[in-house]
């Protein structure tokens, strides 16, 4: 017997069985994204937005040719204590969009957050804000009211 934990005789069942699970019963597509969404949640005790009309992200607009699939450009938020609402427009380049939104509440501070990155804006006194050149690609939005006890609200991650 070997002074080690495990040896390399263990190492190698180890793998079958690790390549035999990933076989059988593979890690369901979009789980760890998930578990990262309610850690984050549970972190910021936050309040959770649920997305609106989500069936239009899967739509097809206009006349498009075969396997073609167009974007929507605007997306809406609803949480219980407030809605936010992001429309895309181009950036300086093909890589990243400008976002210009509204939240139902004046003067919000509004976090993109990015794989790059969270980037912030302060909505004005009509709750209106833009982030210029977000790079595209998974985000979610994260939107504080000043006040002691006010949960930040955090939507779903889209893709931009």
Known sequence: MSDQFLD????QT??????????????PAGLVER???ALT??????????????????????PVQPGEVTRTES???QAASLSL??????????????V???VTRAEAQVDAVTSAGTRSATCDEHGRFVL?????????????????????????????
Do not use: K, Y
């Open 8 to 11: 390399e005789q263990d190492e």
């Open 14 to 27: 180890m793998a079958q069985l690790r390549e035999l699970h990933a076989r059988v019963d593979p890690v």
């Open 35 to 37: 578990i990262e969404f």
């Open 41 to 62: 949640v549970q972190a910021l005790h936050a309040e959770v937005a649920e997305l609106m009309d989500d069936e239009l992200l899967a739509t097809r607009a206009g």
């Open 75 to 77: 997306v809406t938020f």
């Open 85 to 98: 609402m992001v429309s895309l427009g181009p950036g300086s380049d093909d890589d990243v969009v400008r």
């Open 100 to 102: 210009d939104g509204w």
């Open 132 to 160: 210029h050149d977000l790079p595209r690609g998974r985000t979610c939005f994260v939107v504080r009211v000043g006040g002691t006890g006010v949960r930040p609200v955090i939507t779903p991650t889209i893709e931009l």
